[in-house]
């Protein structure tokens, strides 16, 4: 069954409260939860759940469940034994989740820096990039983090958007990520808009205000083939 994704409605929440639906070989499904399941290039949340007795069961990745908008929350060691619809308190490294937001939310503002398609994408805490179908002659590093950079420090709200199917069919342009298809099915896709910057399909977890994420630092860029230039990129601070 599908959970209730609290993180799409507010993506600061580090605790909450949920209940077990289901235990299984994979690991625990609740009800709502503020874990984001790894997808998108975004690397799933860490974190814990506590039962009321004060037990703390570490969570060590969090992924996609079989159903649509399902969620999987991966125990650093053997299923616990769980009541059915047992409450639990959930905690999230956010840190860890805080420098995925900035990290994720910078390579938003990059794509606007560097236009061509988006061939791949990670976002992992310490670093993120971005692959491009760009030749390699086109991409300074310099310039893309002063670009980048100069874009940051407008701080800009962001906001997030909802399309129908079909408006989004009508708008292919916005769909950059040749590699990742927006998820389809549910008759709606969840967009990320940058006002003046960028408007693009997107399920990760973004900061509130692109102010917020303080500075980039192109680490490197290299070829990873034919249509794959990758710029890798950290956070400045
Ligand atoms: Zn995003």
Redesign the pocket.
Known sequence: MSTELLFRENAYLKTATARVVAVHERGIELDRTIFYPQG?G?IGDTGTLSRAGGERIQITNTLKGDAIDSVVHVPVLGLPQFEPGETLTLEIDWERRYRLMRL??A??VMSCVVVAPVTGGNIAPDKARLDFDIDMSLLDAVKIEQETNALIARGIETETVWFTDDELDARPELIKTMSVQPPRGAGRVRL?KIPGIDL?P?????VKNIAEIGGIRVLRIRSEGKRNKRVEIALAV
Do not use: Y
């Not at 997107?202 to 973004?206: D, L, M």
């Open positions: 998108g975004q994720h939310t390579l938003h990320l693009q997107c399920g990760g977890t973004h």
